[in-house]
Structure formats: structure tokens, C-alpha cells
């Protein structure tokens, strides 16, 4: 069985990841920024990690010492217009979601290179494929994020090491109700906000995401990317599908 270092474990998508893998007989090695909250997980290894932390992240590698597959979950969401978000949020969420799984895959990678073998799986979304009105700091996050991972796919390769990235959709982790809402007294994109439900969808588990992360994991060659449910198959096809003239979604959106 391999050792996992999953970062974010600490609830939603994270914290079922931890406990599907330890399920499976693998060496689990939970990280949060606040280790006190994976107390009650049956795991192996209980590690303070902040991804925006170099120090912090170096400290959990050497705790962890022998890494075969890390798994990139911590992230955030917001709901903003891009006309008045915060650039403070947007350069937050890319430092967590996005320049948090390269700083850990830095981490890693010289050791699992020099071994000839090595996972990076990082947890993305459908929205790594496309946007979403309101949630466009997250998006481009994940974005970014699907661009790092196929060009650490590329030049990990020929050392050994598999890259993969999973993409849900609508996750039933409590997540999106967690978000900062960035929304003036009567501000003009109060009803495109309340019409982000009609985009949402049908929603899998953060048990269903785990499952696939696992079986990922246990893939001997795992597909780059790996939608997560029929809804996100559904979409991303569609995606694909449709013609780059104009904004995919719009006319999906009566505001």
C-alpha cells in the first residue's frame, strides 16, 4: 500500500479522502492548519501543513519522511463579481488553491524523482475547464491550477511519476456555504448571484470524490484528468462540444 500526504483533510473532500484511503489499507498521513481538528480520524500521521507556508510545508515533509502520492485538496471559494472583488481574496485564493499544491509538489517531487516513482494528484473542479459567474477568482484558481499539473505531467513523466487531476462538480461538502460573499447594499449583481443556483446541478458526496481519488491512486496508469460523477462528465463534454464564439453558460443565464 502507498503513503498519502493529503493536505486540506481537515473536513469536506479532505477529510474523506483520508478516511477511504485508510479504509483501503494505506499509510495516510492527514495535514490541516490546525491538526487539533483531525484528532478523530483513524489515520496514521496528524501534521500541522499551511500550504501558503513554505516553512510550514517543509516541516510536514520531513514529519512525513517517505511520500509516494500527495494529494492537493486545500482550497477556498468566494462569490464576487470580478467587477469588485477584492484583489486581496483573488491573490488568496491563488496563493491557497493554486501556488499551495506547487509549493508541496516542490516539496516532493526531488525525492520522488530520485526514487523513479511518485503521485501528485490534485483535487481541481469542473471549473478548471470552465467559469462560473460569480465564482471567477475561484475558477481562475483551478485554471491555473490544471495548467501547472499537465506541465508537471509533461516534465515528471519520464521520471516515474504520475500526475492526475480530479474534477467534480457541485460538491455536497458545505464548501460553497462557507464562501465570503463580496456584495454591496443593493449592489447590480445581486440577481446574477441568486441565479448561481440554476447553474449548480445535481451534487455527488465528498465520499463519491474519495472514491475516485482512491482509485486513482490505485490505477497503475491513472488518466491525467478524472471527472468525478455523471454530472461533471455531462458538462465538461458539453463543454468541449460547444463553440468558442461566445461565453459557454450564457444562455443558460436569465438574470
Not at 509533461?154 to 521520471?159: A, D, K, M, V
Request: proline share 7%; hydrophobic share 45%.
Amino acid at each position: 500500500m502507498s503513503s498519502v500526504l493529503i493536505t486540506g483533510a481537515s473536513k469536506g473532500i479532505g477529510r474523506a479522502i483520508a478516511i477511504e484511503l485508510s479504509d483501503r489499507g494505506h499509510r495516510v498521513i492527514a495535514t490541516a492548519r490546525r491538526p487539533e481538528t483531525l484528532a478523530d480520524l483513524p489515520v496514521d500521521q496528524r501534521l500541522r501543513l499551511d500550504v501558503t507556508d513554505q516553512e510550514s510545508v517543509d516541516q510536514a515533509i520531513q514529519d512525513a519522511r517517505d511520500i509516494d502520492v500527495v494529494v492537493s485538496n486545500a482550497g477556498e471559494t468566494v462569490r464576487a463579481p470580478l467587477e469588485s472583488v477584492p484583489l486581496s481574496e483573488v491573490e488568496r485564493l491563488f496563493q491557497l488553491n493554486t501556488l499551495g499544491a506547487l509549493r508541496v509538489a516542490q516539496g516532493v517531487l526531488p525525492a520522488m524523482r530520485e526514487r523513479g516513482a511518485g503521485r501528485l494528484v490534485f483535487v481541481s473542479s469542473i471549473q478548471g475547464r470552465l467559469v462560473l459567474p460569480m465564482v471567477g477568482p475561484y475558477g481562475a484558481s483551478k485554471w491555473a491550477l490544471e495548467a501547472l499539473a499537465e506541465t508537471l505531467a509533461i516534465e515528471t513523466g519520464h521520471f516515474g511519476i504520475k500526475v492526475s487531476v480530479v474534477q467534480p462538480g457541485v460538491v455536497s461538502s458545505g464548501g460553497a456555504q462557507r464562501a465570503k460573499v463580496f456584495l454591496k447594499e443593493n449592489d447590480p449583481y445581486t440577481p446574477l448571484y441568486e441565479a448561481l443556483d440554476v447553474l449548480r446541478g445535481e451534487s455527488v458526496t465528498p465520499e463519491e470524490v474519495a472514491a475516485a481519488v482512491a482509485d486513482t491512486i490505485e490505477q497503475p496508469e491513472p488518466p491525467l484528468r478524472v471527472p468525478v460523477g455523471a454530472p461533471a462528465k455531462r458538462v465538461l463534454q458539453a463543454r468541449k462540444d460547444a463553440p468558442e464564439s461566445e461565453p459557454f453558460l450564457m444562455a443558460e443565464i436569465n438574470w
